[in-house]
């Protein structure tokens, strides 16, 4: 289990536990983010500039590794949602320093009631050694290519063919078309179903279900004052190599997520995080290609 998987996995899942319009809690009173008044009439308006750091955690150690997502706009009109990870201190040592870079470019679809991925670039940096991937979607042919390089030489390619009458998210696509309620309204008790890229064979499935109050109350015996609801995210265990594919998360009644618990990771074991800081990005970036 490479342990940039898990802080991607991590960052994923904590953002599928937030919603447009939060307000803060007295738990995290502290963060300098004042809370919305006003649903927005976008998703682009909902989460633009928004910036979310998260601190990491396994065995005994409590910060190993840190995460940040941010959301901003493009030079040509479309939105740019960023996903920072690096090992830090002696675990960043033992890691080489690794530091791994997602950037998704979404475009407004549906009057901007949510987003479609258009390409999804990673970039994993260690200890010198560069590999990069690159995902593009074209929904117009019907066709998803991707293509990877290892210190600038080409690896691998091939295309796929998406399935009509869906759209395919990529991870940070789903994480605000999520808040965002472009699955369903979240309710206690509900399951939500998202599409992933496709695969030759088959196209994976995001599931995120939500327990009720009387699971919750049976999950934990001394019940923190800020767990007011408990989510599930099942991942297909082939896209990030985990033994289950299960991830816990515990969110206030403001839906802000308090704790994240990623289970059954090779070597790691269960692993834990929390939400440090919430701020705000102004920068951009261009859209990658595969010339």
């Not at 293509?147 to 600038?152: A, E, T």
């Not at 369903?184 to 695969?199: A, D, N, S, T, V």
């Not at 049976?218 to 896209?239: G, H, M, T, W």
Request: glycine share 8%; hydrophobic share 40%; aromatic share 14%.
């Amino acid at each position: 289990m490479k342990f940039s998987r898990f802080l991607f996995i991590f960052a994923l899942v904590a953002l599928f536990s937030l919603t447009p319009g939060y307000v803060r809690s007295e738990a995290i009173k502290e963060f300098p983010l004042e809370p919305a008044t006003v649903k927005s009439s976008t998703i682009a308006d909902a989460f633009l500039n928004e910036e979310l750091t998260y601190t990491i955690g396994f065995w005994f150690f409590d910060d190993v590794a840190t995460g940040k997502v941010s959301l901003r706009k493009g030079e040509n009109g479309d939105y740019i949602a960023t996903l920072n990870a690096k090992t830090t201190g002696f675990v960043g040592k033992v890691m080489k320093n690794r530091k791994d870079s997602y950037v998704a470019h979404l475009r407004l679809a549906e009057g901007g009631r949510r987003f479609v991925t258009q390409s999804f670039e990673k970039i994993v940096e260690i200890d010198g050694k560069v590999k990069k991937s690159v995902t593009v979607l074209d929904y117009d042919k019907r066709v998803m290519k991707w293509k990877s390089w290892i210190n600038g030489k080409e690896e691998h390619s091939k295309e796929v063919k998406l399935p009509p009458g869906i759209y395919c998210d990529g991870p940070l696509a789903a994480f605000y078309n999520f808040r965002f309620g472009v699955y369903g309204p979240i309710k206690e008790g509900r399951e939500y179903r998202m599409f992933y890229f496709p695969k030759e064979d088959h196209v994976p499935e995001i599931k995120v279900s939500v327990a009720t109050q009387e699971e919750l109350n049976k999950r934990f015996r001394d019940r923190p004052a800020s767990a007011d609801y408990l989510a599930n995210v099942q991942i297909d265990k082939e896209l990030f190599g985990s033994q289950s594919g299960d991830v816990d998360i515990i969110f206030t009644d403001d839906l802000l997520p308090t704790q994240v618990l990623v289970k059954d990771l090779v070597f790691f074991g269960d692993v834990r995080g929390k939400l440090t800081q919430l701020g705000t990005s102004l920068s951009f970036s261009k859209q990658p290609t595969l010339e």
